[in-house]
């Protein structure tokens, strides 16, 4: 063991407080009075604020602008609903009245089409015939554009029946299209085979044949156009 | 209430020195060490009440001052060094020259003190100069009992050396 070491160390016992202060931090401790004791407890806001006026400040600064951004929120969320309630209400009307006319609209553009095809299958002149059937594709398309937009702004107030309707619609739309490619397809592919029987200047030959490649790559409308070139 | 008055009226007594100086030893400045001494006190008083069932109360002051030294030596931007001249030794009876050759003799143990490590200097604060048995001592540095008794062993040594090279 290190004795001496000790010794030494213990020297050091010689540090101690001066008896007065030890008793007189006894008497403060136990009866409380130690600012330790005193201090206000962290939720003691109103305690701290009490000696901080710093701290006092920003309490009232977030006392204020709580109260400030309640109210605010108070209203606003009043106003907004106020606003809503008024667009609902326009809004179904308008919707409403938005559906009813394009469903009218449909419903010219379904006779268009019905008419356009009965058109289609009893033309004799090849030109007409392709202009008629470019017009019934367009309705057709315009038809479906219409549907979606009405779909995007319904935001669920459209009428179930409505809906069902213009699914309908829809669908005949897409059909009408399907219809009106098929036709036309059929028309054009008929077309080429009645020309390739005729006999055609070089000229003519060739855009027959550029036709032809167009029609089979699928390049529908460029095979239409080509044909519209061939002179008869 | 009384009870845990007259508890705690026991413990600061028995041991109020032993925390002075076991502080002052880490701060010199007798200011400080008082400010922290009542600190720890306060604090203890405070958490005796509200906890009824602190397993060793000596432990627990230990581990008190332990923490505000930490804060304190943490936040401190200037430190002022108080030689031990300064120091108040107990017995005023001593005279002048006696009072310097002690100061002195204490400058230097302090002095091989301060080359250890913090847990070597509490093991040894701890141990020698406030006879605290083995277990309080680990229960206040949180480490078991046998480590404690190798720190001290060890601690013991560097100390020795250190005071070769001080009377050097």
Do not use: C
């Not at chain 1, 001066?18 to 403060?28: C, F, R, V, Y």
């Not at chain 1, 600012?35 to 901080?52: E, H, I, Q, T």
């Not at chain 2, 108040?88 to 005279?95: C, I, L, S």
Request: glycine share 4%.
């Amino acid at each position: 063991m290190e004795f001496s070491t000790i010794k030494q160390l213990k020297k050091l016992q010689g540090v101690k407080p001066e008896i007065e202060w030890t008793k007189s931090l006894k008497e403060q401790i136990l009866k409380g009075d130690h600012y330790y004791l005193n201090a206000p407890a962290v939720w003691d806001v109103f305690g701290l604020m009490k000696r901080s006026w710093v701290l006092s400040s920003v309490v009232a600064l977030l006392l204020v602008s709580s109260g400030f951004f309640a109210y605010t929120t108070y209203i606003n969320k009043m106003f907004v609903q106020d606003l809503l309630a008024r667009l609902n209400t326009t809004n179904q009307s308008i919707n409403q009245t938005k559906l009813v006319a394009s469903l009218e609209e449909m419903k010219t553009s379904l006779q268009v089409i019905s008419g356009s095809l009965d058109n289609l299958k009893l033309a004799k002149n090849k030109k007409e015939a392709l202009v008629t059937a470019s017009v019934v594709k367009a309705t057709a398309k315009y038809g479906q554009v219409t549907v979606q937009n009405i779909r995007a702004s319904d935001g669920g107030v459209v009428d179930g029946k409505v809906l069902a309707s213009l699914n309908e619609t829809e669908k005949q739309f897409q059909n009408m299209e399907k219809m009106a490619t098929a036709v036309q397809n059929e028309f054009i592919a008929s077309l080429i085979a009645d020309l390739k029987t005729r006999s055609l200047t070089v000229n003519n030959a060739e855009l027959l044949k550029k036709a032809e490649e167009d029609f089979t790559a699928g390049r529908i409308e460029e095979a239409a156009m080509g044909i519209s070139w061939i002179n008869q | 209430m009384v009870d845990l008055t007259k508890q705690f009226s026991k413990l600061y007594d028995d041991n109020v020195v032993k925390i002075y100086r076991f502080i002052y030893l880490k701060v010199e400045s007798k200011q400080v060490a008082e400010d922290l001494t009542s600190q720890v006190f306060a604090k203890g008083w405070a958490r005796f009440r509200a906890i009824t069932d602190i397993k060793n109360p000596t432990a627990y002051l230990y581990q008190i001052a332990r923490t505000e030294i930490v804060d304190h030596l943490r936040v401190r931007t200037k430190f002022r060094m108080v030689s031990l001249d300064n120091v108040e030794v107990a017995d005023n009876k001593q005279n002048l020259a006696e009072k310097q050759a002690i100061n002195s003799d204490l400058e230097g143990v302090r002095k091989a003190l301060k080359q250890l490590d913090e847990d070597e200097q509490n093991v040894l604060i701890m141990r020698y100069l406030d006879e605290q048995p083995f277990k309080t001592i680990a229960l206040a540095l949180d480490k078991n009992e046998g480590a404690i008794r190798v720190m001290v062993h060890r601690a013991l040594k560097k100390l020795k050396e250190g005071l070769g090279d001080v009377t050097k």
